[in-house]
Structure formats: structure tokens, C-alpha cells
């Protein structure tokens, strides 16, 4: 388990998205997109509205079960992409990196970017906008719902 949390609201992906689009559109002009699915589905989407972009093609790899590491397993590889040249690869994060280094070996000369990078994975991509320390789990709006918390008072440990 991880030793933090941050969440991460739909307002605030959207925010961070579009910031990520502002430092790609300056390194384009793009051919496409290729989202990692399943997480990168969503800022693709975001970012290719901003970077004005219809052509998406997508990978699909497979890494963990809930927090729980394992080895990346290509569910569906790119077909559109070659060997990535003016391609752009979204994720919404960098973790280990894992799953970032199998689809650079897919797409060796394609862009790649995410939303959130942590420090182990950082070196596997060449934009992100925000870095969290590698003992914090990213809670993302698709995978969380709100809900009652006992005051403080309640939970705290007596003193
Ligand atoms: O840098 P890494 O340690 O490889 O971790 C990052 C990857 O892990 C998550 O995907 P996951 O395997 O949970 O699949 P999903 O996107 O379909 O939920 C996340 O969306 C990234 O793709
Ligand atoms: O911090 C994370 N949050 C959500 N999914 C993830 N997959 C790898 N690391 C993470
Ligand atoms: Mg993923």
C-alpha cells in the first residue's frame, strides 16, 4: 500500500491536462495520438481538443491490479503509428516507468508525455507537468467516489 494519497478531482485533471496541451503545442505540429489506454484515454481526449487533433490511435498495456505491480502485458498494440516519428504518446502517469519503457520500444521516436510524473519513471518521458514523490498514490476522479467522513474529533487517537 502506498504511504500517501493525492486526489485528483475532474476539475483539476482538466486544469493539468490543458497545461500539458500548452507545452505540446509548441513542440508540434503532430501527426496523432496514441493514448495509453486505459488511463491515457481521458487527457488524450482533453489534449487533442486543445491541440486541435482527430487523429487518435491508441495501445492498450497492462501493469498493475489495483496498486499491485506486475509485469506490462500488451492488450493491443499501435497499428497507425510506425515507428512513432511525429507521434505523440499520452498517459495520465509515470509510475516505474514500466509501462512507459514497453511502448518506447514500440514507438522508439514518438513523443511522450503525462499528466503526473513520479521521480523512478520521470526519465522514461519528455514532458509532464507535475511530479509527486514515488511513496504517493495518485487517486484519480475515474477511480474514486465521494463519501461520509467521521468528524476529526471522532477519529482522532486520544492523546
Ligand atoms: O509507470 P508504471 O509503473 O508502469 O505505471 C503507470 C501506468 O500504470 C497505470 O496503468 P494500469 O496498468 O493501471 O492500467 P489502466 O491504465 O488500464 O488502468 C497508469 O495508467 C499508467 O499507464
Ligand atoms: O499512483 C498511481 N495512481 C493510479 N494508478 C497508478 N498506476 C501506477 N501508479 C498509479
Ligand atoms: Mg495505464
Known amino acids: 500500500m502506498a504511504q500517501r494519497y493525492y486526489t485528483v478531482s475532474w476539475d483539476q485533471l482538466h486544469r493539468d491536462s490543458k497545461a500539458l496541451a500548452w507545452r505540446l503545442v509548441e513542440k508540434g505540429p503532430w ?11 481521458i487527457p488524450a481526449a482533453i489534449i487533442a481538443r486543445e491541440l486541435d487533433c ?3 490511435e491508441s495501445v492498450s498495456v497492462i501493469t498493475y ?22 507521434w505523440l504518446v499520452l498517459d495520465d502517469l509515470v509510475d516505474t516507468g514500466s509501462t512507459a519503457k514497453v511502448v518506447r520500444a514500440m ?4 513523443h511522450m508525455a503525462t499528466v503526473y510524473a513520479k521521480p523512478a519513471g520521470k526519465p522514461l518521458v519528455d514532458t509532464f507537468v507535475m511530479e509527486v514523490s514515488q511513496d504517493t498514490w495518485i487517486l484519480f476522479p475515474w477511480d474514486t467516489e465521494q463519501q461520509f467522513v467521521p468528524p476529526i474529533a471522532r477519529s482522532a487517537q486520544p492523546k
Open 31 to 41: 501527426r496523432g495520438i496514441v493514448a495509453i489506454t486505459r488511463g491515457g484515454l
Open 54 to 56: 482527430r487523429m487518435i
Open 65 to 86: 491490479d489495483e496498486e499491485k505491480l506486475g509485469k506490462p502485458e500488451v492488450a493491443k498494440p499501435p497499428t497507425a503509428a510506425g515507428d512513432g516519428e511525429g
Open 107 to 110: 514507438l522508439p521516436k514518438a
